[in-house]
């Protein structure tokens, strides 16, 4: 099975500030993975797909990139609306998994 | 608007059983595989069960192979999860989604499965 591992588990930022979250799988996954953001009592949304592929309607301040077994999730500046804790997903083989969670907090 | 809407989360003892449904609206249905992700209270998404859009494929996590059978009707636009022999480390928001090709959206809000005695 893969294992995917999210650093940081927490992250403390500011409105305005430049985040980047990292997942790394146990092999290579190619770009099958996907991140979702997921706030408090609510269920997880699609931000991106295919490693880089902004889903619809998200907005352009969010990007993804890496390939292979590294992957970084940035949000270019931060919005209030953008704290919350963020999942990636690996699609590459079943089962599959879910990194453990990357908390994004106001600092 | 593409809706999914579980319910069917309650209380039960260990080593009972429950169904839950999903009632899907908005879209074509029958186009679409579907999933089941649980979330633990405070922890992270656990992939739980896949059914492919003419429920000839299905998948299952080792946690629930043997317990859970997902199943799905396409003339109700409903996907189901009937849980057997249900373990305290079941207890879990579950959510269904939608597969758009290994990743989902949107997902439903979830509903609350609570194995206690």
């Known amino acids: 099975d893969i294992q995917m591992t999210q650093s940081p588990s927490t992250l403390s930022a500011s409105v305005g500030d430049r985040v980047t979250i990292t997942c790394r799988a146990s092999q290579s996954i190619s770009t099958w993975l996907a991140w979702y953001q997921q706030k408090p009592g609510k269920a997880p949304k699609l931000l991106i797909y295919k490693a880089s592929s902004l889903e619809g309607g998200v907005p352009s301040r969010f990007s993804g990139s890496g390939s292979g077994t590294e992957f970084t999730l940035t949000i270019s500046s931060l919005q209030p609306d953008d704290f919350a804790t963020y999942y990636c997903?690996?699609?590459?083989?079943?089962?599959?998994?879910f990194g453990q969670g990357t908390k994004l907090e106001i600092k | 608007e593409v809706q999914l809407v579980e319910s069917g989360g309650g209380l039960v003892q260990p080593g009972g059983s429950l169904s839950l449904s999903c009632a899907a609206s908005g879209f074509s249905f029958s186009s679409y595989d579907m999933n089941w992700v649980r979330q633990a209270p405070g922890k992270g998404l656990e992939w739980v069960s896949y059914i492919s859009r003419s429920d000839s494929t299905i998948y299952y996590a080792d946690s629930v192979k043997g317990r859970f059978t997902i199943t799905r009707d396409n003339a109700k636009n409903s996907l189901y999860l009937q849980m057997n022999s249900l373990r305290d480390e079941d207890t879990a928001v579950y959510y269904c989604a939608r597969d758009l090709g290994g990743y989902y959206g949107p997902w439903g809000q979830g509903t609350l499965v609570t194995v206690s005695s």
């Open positions: 997903q690996q699609y590459n083989s079943y089962p599959y998994s």
